[in-house]
Every structure is written in structure tokens, then in C-alpha cells.
């Protein structure tokens, strides 16, 4: 765990008092269907969403990439020479909830100050999709990106990952099985993001981070993998549903976003020790005062805007 004084950031502890005044306007979460419940978030969120840098060229399909169907956005920057490298990016939300709509400025944001592509993917929902629905899809995806990226103006020869929380489980997840399958080298770099990496959750972390008045907590937490999984106690087992529990070896490199006051924490730190331990070019930052999902608050938070621009960093070096 970080062993900074556990403080909120000021900018931070605004965002989340301004989400809070917003979510009030709504009735709770879980009186909602799914749907309901989505369409919330993205009213919610949508302030988070606006403003940021203009791109180049947008570009917005629906196609199977050959498991299921799939929604992307391609957004290619002021200045990118074409096929330009590019980050496949994978959105939070507990593998429930949230869109590339919920996180287009974030990465907007990414694309314009690190000069590459980046492909949002609305990968398949639970609980009307399980485990391993979403993964396929998105491995597909990035074998298709390989080989006919230049459709998109992408390079498919320089492709990284990320995501955040479940977004950046799953990066991990597809670059793993790639990997299994012979295919290690079409992932040339990860940024992960506060990422969600197993179904245990230490009571330190939930005492010091987590409770009723936090943006994540345990229960919740854990509910989103109920909803990912069809029997969490047996699938759990599976380094691709657990990725802590995956041998590292022969992975690309990997850069982590610690948030300093977040439920999740200890697990990236645990990813950073065992890809090190597998020797894995590894390189992870926390940022103090920071919480799960503050990379959303880049409108309002310095901190937001510097870890942005810490991944945007790594994965240009990265796609060289």
C-alpha cells in the first residue's frame, strides 16, 4: 500500500464532491435495470466528457472483427502522419457499466498530447455478456488491427493497450492470451490505469479506502465480477478473469497509474512486483491524493492532467 499521508487532493475531492451532486439527481443505482442503470451513468458523466482537443479525423465503426459484433472510434490527432501508431483503449466500469462515449475526452486527451491513434472499443456489457465474451471479441479486434489497421489509418505493426480499472483487466487479459497463442508481439506496450486485477480485496484496503462514503468499494467491487462471471469461485482461478495470477513472462512492457487513495492500490502494486519479478520492462507512478477514476477529473485536476500526460509519454516512446 502507498505510504504517503492518505489525503484527498484538493481538485480531486471537488470532482468527486460535483459527481456526487450529479448522481443525487438521479434515483439509485440499484433500483435501475442494467440499462437504466447505464443510461445514468452517461448523463452523469457527461460533463467529464466535453471540451479537450479537436482531432484530425474521427472515425466511428461497427463491424465483426471475427468473434461478435463491435463498436469503435478511431481518433486520429492534429499533426499524426498516417498509419500512425495507435493505443487501443478499453473503458472502465466494472465490465458493466460506462462507454466510449464516457470516455471520449480521456481519449481525446491521450491521443493529442502523445501524437498516435487511439481506438476506443465498446466492448460487450455483463451481466448480458459474460465471461469470456468480451475477451474474444477484443482479442479479435486486435488481430484485425494487425492486419488491416491501414483501413483505419493505424499502423498495425505498432499497436499498444490500456484501460482502466476492469478496462485495464482486460488489456492485461488479451495481451496474456495473445501471448498463449503465439501472437505475443501484436501488443507492444500496456498502460494500465488503476486497474482491477483480482476478486481479493484486503480488509486494509477496504478500511482505508473503500466504505460507504468512497467512489469504490468492496461490495461494489466485487459485484461487477459477479456480474463478469458465471461462477466466480471456479473462474476465478483463471489468470485471464485474475491477472495477478498470471505468469508474466514474455509480456510487453507496462506502465501503471497508481492513484495513492484507491481501493484497488494494493493490486497494482502486487502487478508491478510480479511483472518485475517475471523480468518485465515495468514502470508505475502513484499519484498522491489521487482516487479511482480521477483521470476523469483532467478538466478540473493537475494531477489528472499529469498522469495523462505520463501515459501519453510512455506509450509514444513505446510505439517508436
Known sequence: MATLPVTIDPEIREFLDAM??????HPPLGSLDYPGQRAVCEAVRSRWA??????????ERVFDPGAGSLRIRVYLPEGAREPAPALVYLHGGGFTLFSIDTHDRLMREYAAAGGFAVVGVDYPLSPEHKYPVALDRIAALMLWLRDHGDELGIDGSRLAMGGDSAGANLSFATALRLRDRGEGGVVRAILSNYGYFSNIISDEAEATFGGPTSNL????????YTNYLTDMARECADPLVCPLLADMAG???VFLVIPQCDLLTEQSVAMAARLRAAGVATADKTYPGATHSFLEAMSVAAVAREAIADGARFVAKSLE
Do not use: I
Not at 466535453?50 to 472515425?59: D, S
Open 217 to 224: 468499494d468492496r461490495d461494489e467491487a466485487l459485484a461487477y
Open 50 to 59: 466535453e471540451g479537450g482537443p479537436v482531432m484530425a479525423r474521427t472515425v
Open 251 to 253: 509480456m510487453p512492457s
Open 20 to 25: 456526487s451532486a450529479r448522481w443525487a439527481a
